[in-house]
C-alpha cells in the first residue's frame, strides 16, 4: 500500500478503492470506502462529492492502513466498527455475534405490520444482537420484551443494546434444544434460528465463513428443521390461542417447515417470500381449541 495519502477526500476516496483488494464489486468496495473514511476522519459523503481538501497526519495514515489490512483478511467491517445498522438504528456486534440481515428486517417489519395498534406480549428465541426484540419495542411502543440465547457472549451484547436504545427485556439464557421457555400468554413467538446447512457452505463468502458464529447460521444437512420443530413444539404451550408463530427460514425448506407446523396443530400458516422473490418467512396461528 503507497504510504502518499492523498490531499483531497475525491483523491482519499479513490485511494482507498484501490487498496482494497477483496473479491467484491466496484460498488461494494466504493461503500466500504465512504464508511472508511466517515469513520477514520469524520469526511461524510457530501464533503466527499464536493471534493474537500484534507490534511492527513502520518498517525492518521497508520490507522487507515491499519484499517483497510482488516478489511482485506475478510473481517466484516460491522466488527471492525463494532456496530451494525438494522431498521434505522444502530446495534453493538462482536466476533460471536450475528450481525443483523436485510432479510430479518423484513420479518420484523410483517410482525411490526401485523401488530399495529396490539400492546403484544412476545418472545425471541436466539436473540443474537436483541435487534429484532429492541426493534417491536420501540416501533409498537412496548413497555416490555423477552428474548432467549444460550450464549452468556451474546447475552452480554444484547443487554449493552437494550441499555443503548433505552427498553426493558428480559434476557433469559436457555438452550431451546434442551430446555423449556418458562414464558406462556405469548401473543407472538419470533426466531432468526441457525438454517444454511453445512453442504451449502460452500456457497458462503469468506467474511461469513471465517469471522461470524457457526453455530448462529449453520444446521446439520441430516437435521436441517430441528429449531424449527423445537420452536414449534415449544410454541404451543406458550402462545395464547390465536397468537401468531414467526419465523425467517432457509429458502429451501418452506414447504417443509409449514408442513412441519401443520402437523404441530398451527392454522392459517403462510409462506411469505422476501424482496428478492424468495421464500423467507413462515408465520402461523396456534389454536387451542
Request: glycine share 4%; with cysteine.
Amino acid at each position: 500500500m503507497s504510504e502518499i495519502i492523498p490531499d483531497s477526500s475525491k483523491k482519499l476516496l479513490q485511494y482507498v478503492i484501490n487498496n482494497i483488494t477483496i473479491d467484491e464489486s466496484d460498488q461494494e468496495k466504493q461503500s466500504l470506502a465512504y464508511i472508511i473514511i466517515d469513520e477514520l476522519f469524520n469526511i461524510n459523503k457530501s464533503e466527499i462529492i464536493t471534493d474537500r481538501s484534507i490534511n492527513i497526519s502520518k498517525s492518521q495514515g497508520k490507522e487507515l492502513k491499519a484499517f483497510i489490512e482488516r478489511i482485506n483478511k475478510n473481517e466484516p467491517i460491522q466488527y471492525i466498527l463494532e456496530e451494525a445498522e438494522f431498521y434505522g438504528r444502530k446495534f453493538n456486534v462482536a466476533q460471536g455475534v450475528l450481525i443483523p440481515r436485510n432479510e430479518t428486517e423484513e420479518l420484523v417489519d410483517l410482525i411490526i405490520k401485523d401488530s399495529k395498534e396490539k400492546k403484544i406480549k412476545f418472545l425471541d428465541v436466539g436473540t443474537g444482537s436483541a435487534c429484532i426484540p429492541i426493534t417491536l419495542i420501540k416501533e409498537l411502543k412496548l413497555n416490555k420484551g423477552y428474548a432467549i440465547d444460550f450464549d452468556p457472549r451474546v447475552i452480554k451484547i444484547a443487554r449493552q443494546n437494550a441499555t443503548r436504545h433505552n427498553v426493558d427485556i428480559d434476557f433469559l439464557m436457555i438452550d431451546i434444544l434442551t430446555e423449556r421457555i418458562p414464558v406462556i400468554g405469548l401473543d407472538v413467538l419470533v426466531s432468526n434460528p441457525p438454517y444454511i446447512t453445512e453442504s451449502e457452505k460452500v456457497l458462503m463468502k469468506p467474511n461469513v465463513l471465517n469471522y461470524e458464529p457457526n453455530t448462529a447460521l449453520f444446521v446439520s444437512d441430516e437435521d436441517p428443521l430441528i429449531f424449527y420443530q423445537k420452536i414449534a413444539s415449544a410454541g404451543r404451550g406458550c402462545l395464547r390461542d390465536e397468537g401468531r408463530l414467526y419465523f425467517e427460514i432457509n429458502e429451501r425448506f418452506g414447504n417443509q417447515v409449514a408442513q412441519l407446523l401443520e402437523n404441530e396443530g398451527y392454522k392459517n400458516i403462510e409462506i411469505i417470500q422476501d424482496i428478492n422473490g424468495k421464500d423467507r418467512i413462515v408465520k402461523a396461528s396456534n389454536t387451542l381449541t
